[in-house]
């Protein structure tokens, strides 16, 4: 039987305290997506057996529009087992001990579906996404700043489930969608930022990580540089951008002339 352990991993102090505040506020459970899968009520982290399955299901239960079928979940994460049913159970009964408390169901049941009700929980992604959906445009630099500070990492940054290739697919797909959301964050961040701000180059250095063929955020590079008086550095990283490009045979033309016309 798997043996309990502390959900996470410490991650930088900033994105620490962000996450803290979060689950300090009306919410009194807190599940974080961006990064390492943690759980916390309150300002105490919560156990879950180390089985990835289990926390494969969380996550995926938590992200779900509408209740999930059984059977959907156990082809989800079941390949061939003996029993995926019986390993369902004993999933959603491991949940129900770290989720609910008394009188509050948050992992309910009826008829053949599954659901997480997340009510006053909070969830890292969720919270991302409805920002994202909602129009990040319309949000001043603060709330920004605290959306970009929620990313501590990849979607369940770490997991991987063997020999269950359709949980694989939709975990691809929500660290690319993630990823993205982030990306706009980040260059919104660097659009509403005075110009040369010193803060910018940390959200363009990110930007840079997560896009590193993105030609928009090398473009932001250069022009922050430029206006700091470091055009030395901008030939550099010019340099350093076109080998890249050249690398995987990509057009690196509107790069260099974007730095021409800066």
């Not at 930088?12 to 899968?37: F, H």
């Not at 909070?122 to 409805?130: I, L, Q």
């Not at 010193?198 to 896009?211: N, S, T, V």
């Not at 700091?228 to 033309?253: I, N």
Request: proline share 5%; glycine share 6%; charged share 25%.
């Amino acid at each position: 039987m798997d043996q309990p352990v502390s959900v996470g991993a410490s991650v930088e102090t900033d994105v620490e305290s962000v996450w803290s505040a979060q689950r300090s506020k009306a919410a009194r459970l807190s599940i974080r997506l961006l990064g390492p899968l943690a759980i916390a009520r309150g300002d105490v982290p919560v156990a879950l057996p180390s089985s990835r399955k289990l926390r494969a299901l969380l996550s995926y239960l938590a992200l779900a529009p509408r209740p999930v079928s059984r059977s959907r979940l156990c082809e989800l994460l079941w390949d061939v087992p003996n029993d995926p049913r019986g390993e369902l159970r004993w999933c959603l009964s491991k949940l129900r001990a770290a989720l609910d408390e008394p009188g509050l169901r948050r992992v309910e049941t009826e008829g053949d579906t599954v659901a997480l009700r997340l009510g006053d929980m909070s969830v890292d992604a969720v919270v991302a996404a409805t920002a994202v959906a909602e129009g990040i445009e319309t949000l001043g630099l603060d709330r920004l700043r605290a959306l970009a500070q929620l990313f501590a990492g990849d979607f369940l940054d770490g997991l991987e489930v063997d020999r269950s290739p359709l949980f694989g697919s939709w975990l691809t797909a929500q660290r690319r969608r993630f990823s993205a959301c982030h990306v706009a964050v980040l260059e919104h961040i660097i659009g509403l930022l005075p110009r040369g701000a010193d803060e910018a180059g940390a959200y363009i250095d990110k930007w840079l990580e997560l896009a590193p063929f993105d030609t928009r955020a090398h473009v932001a590079l250069l022009e922050n540089l430029a206006r700091r008086g470091q055009f030395g550095a901008g030939e550099e990283h010019l340099a350093t951008a076109a080998e890249l490009f050249h690398s995987e045979e990509l057009d690196f033309t509107p790069l260099r002339e974007a730095w021409q016309e800066i």
